[in-house]
């Protein structure tokens, strides 16, 4: 069975500072893709950025980047230069070859100016 | 390019009414997802459609919800009798198909439905 945890359930930065988030997961398939999602408090998800199995480079997109350990079955979340609009939920999904997503719980970020 | 349109964005109905919720995918997009979100539970998968055809429904509830997908343009989510623990927001999203895989699904607005 597919589990995605993301062990903290908030977290908070300074204006310009540097987030981490961190995911873990569990999947016997060889291929998958790792997504990150942010949940407006509107509740609209906004996709940020993904990472497929097969790539051993991370992946960057913007100021958001991703450090892959797959050998640990982990991925963290990085996004530089925090601004107050990065602030809300932020999810990690596993996509199975069929294409559902398992989620995380989230953390929710706060960003103060 | 208008997204996922779901409606309604909120429905209350009383306990044992049926709910009906709608979700428009993005045009050209293959596959269409359904997810449920509550504080207990989280983001849960429900049922998925490619090319119209249900493909996976191993996260509906057995019993009174059911899922359609008629024509490309829309699917639907129906709840028979519904119960107060069906309150949530149902969630629709769509990807484009990759020769077999999937590229980052669109989520829509979602639609909360409280049930009294």
């Known amino acids: 069975a597919q589990r995605v945890t993301q062990v903290q359930p908030t977290g908070s930065s300074q204006w310009g500072e540097e987030v981490t988030l961190d995911c873990s997961y569990e999947t016997s398939e060889y291929f998958y893709r790792i997504f990150w999602y942010r949940q407006l408090f509107s509740g609209e998800m906004v996709f940020l950025i993904y990472?497929?199995?097969?790539?051993?480079q991370n992946q960057r997109s913007g100021r958001y980047s991703v450090v892959f350990q797959k050998s640990f079955k982990s991925i963290s979340l990085v996004i530089s230069a925090s601004q107050p609009e990065d602030s809300g939920t932020y999810f990690c999904a596993l996509s199975e070859p069929s294409g559902k997503l398992t989620f995380g719980e989230g953390t929710q970020v706060t960003v103060i100016s | 390019n208008a997204g996922v349109i779901q409606t309604p964005r909120h429905k209350v109905t009383g306990k044992g009414q049926e709910a009906t919720l709608w979700c428009e995918p993005i045009?050209?997009?293959?596959?269409v997802f359904w997810y449920r979100q509550t504080i207990v539970q989280g983001l849960e998968f429900l049922t998925y459609?490619?090319?119209?055809?249900?493909?996976?429904d191993s996260g509906m509830p057995k019993e009174r919800f059911s899922a359609q997908m008629p024509n490309q343009s829309h699917s639907t989510l129906k709840i028979q009798s519904t119960q107060p623990q069906d309150s949530a927001v149902y969630l629709c999203a769509s990807s484009s198909d990759w020769g077999g895989s999937y590229a980052e699904q669109f989520f829509g607005p979602g639609t909360r439905l409280t049930v009294l």
């Open positions: 045009s050209g997009h293959s596959a």
């Open positions: 459609f490619r090319n119209q055809a249900p493909i996976d």
């Open positions: 990472q497929p199995s097969f790539d051993t």
